[in-house]
């Protein structure tokens, strides 16, 4: 049994054997380089749907729900630091006015 296939993205070609080299993983559809595996395979799944297998439909769907969790938890953080910066800029706009 092959285990450099589990760690290898689906789409990239056979060129690249993971991040190490110059380009990093290469899209075996139009050629392009990412430095990561897991935005060659977001790049699958948004660039060429109709090209993927269902092992990589599998594996877009799994990184898209993660970097939708990253994207969602990133706004709530947001968010609070504006209203802790708000309510911050406030009180001391009430306390040293008065």
Do not use: K, W
Not at 15 to 36: D, H, I, K, L, M
């Amino acid at each position: 049994m092959d285990d450099t296939s589990a760690t290898e993205p689906a789409l990239a070609d056979g060129s690249e054997t993971g991040g190490s080299g110059p380009n990093g993983y290469r899209c075996r559809v139009c050629g392009r380089s990412f430095p990561a595996a897991h935005l060659l395979v977001l790049h699958g799944g948004v660039r060429h749907p109709s090209e993927l297998t269902e092992r990589e439909s599998a594996e877009f769907r799994a990184e898209y729900e993660r970097e939708e969790r990253q994207i969602r938890s990133f706004r709530i953080r947001a968010l609070g630091t504006l209203v802790v910066l708000y309510f911050g800029f406030l009180f001391m706009y009430a306390i040293y006015a008065s």
